[in-house]
T-cell receptor, first 114, second 114 residues
Framework: KAGVTQTPRYLIKTRGQQVTLSCSPI?????VSWYQQTPGQGLQFLFE???????NKGNFPGRFSGRQFSNSRSEMNVSTLELGDSALYLC?????????????FGSGTQLSVL | AQSVTQPDIHITVSEGASLELRCNYS??????LFWYVQSPGQGLQLLLK??????LVQGIKGFEAEFKRSQSSFNLRKPSVHWSDAAEYFC????????????FGKGTMLLVSP
């Protein structure tokens, strides 16, 4: 069974641009979560989707948004990029979205904002 | 709100020696606790998980962790470290929102010396 696939693997953008990251979960998984990883802040939860509905959202500004499609694939978008948005963005999928559910992580998208 | 503290940023262990990585959590109810490992440039892989039952949990790759409610700790151990164990280790607690959202510690980087 294929793992969680994130594309692109690396991305370089300039301040003010917007970016869209993609995540394909493990087949049969209906929940997708996004995390931002930076050296200073560590891993921080962005949002979680289940069956195309956002179920939970972290403490990030409205520039960060996401969505989930009927095939469970998810995208996240960051508008008006800032230097501080440079990070590794990790997507995780799980079969359901329940507490204690095992998360399977992708290798991430490394975003650099210049 | 829940929180996780990993007091050691870096730990160096000789190959073949035993390992203990510390994790303290703050959570109002019975926690879901996890240990994940991240190799350079990779996503996170689940080592083990605790929710209830036996307080000593066995995981993959020879790791185990012990839940101690009185100390709010969930330390990760391995009796004999291999060079391939060099990676960053993250302790996490399940959210109190009822979702699969995780709150991570800042991580402990394990270095293995020959």
């Amino acid at each position: 069974k294929a793992g969680v696939t994130q594309t692109p693997r690396y991305l370089i953008k300039t301040r003010g641009q917007q970016v869209t990251l993609s995540c394909s979960p493990i087949s049969g998984h209906r929940s997708v979560s996004w995390y931002q990883q930076t050296p200073g802040q560590g891993l921080q939860f962005l949002f979680e989707y289940f069956s195309e509905t956002q179920r939970n959202k972290g403490n990030f500004p409205g520039r960060f948004s996401g969505r989930q499609f009927s095939n469970s694939r998810s995208e996240m978008n960051v508008s008006t990029l800032e230097l501080g948005d440079s990070a590794l963005y990790l997507c995780a999928s799980s079969y359901t979205a329940g507490m204690g559910e095992k998360l399977f992580f992708g290798s991430g998208t490394q975003l650099s904002v210049l | 709100a829940q929180s996780v503290t990993q007091p050691d940023i870096h730990i160096t262990v000789s190959e073949g020696a035993s390992l203990e990585l510390r994790c303290n959590y703050s959570y109002g109810a019975t926690p879901y606790l996890f240990w994940y490992v991240q190799s350079p440039g990779q996503g996170l892989q689940l080592l083990l998980k605790y929710f209830s039952g036996d307080t000593l949990v066995q995981g993959i790759k020879g790791f185990e962790a012990e839940f101690k409610r009185s100390q709010s700790s969930f330390n990760l151990r391995k009796p004999s470290v291999h060079w391939s164990d060099a990676a960053e280790y993250f302790c996490a607690v399940g959210a109190d929102s009822g979702y699969s959202t995780l709150t991570f510690g800042k991580g402990t980087m394990l270095l293995v010396s020959p």
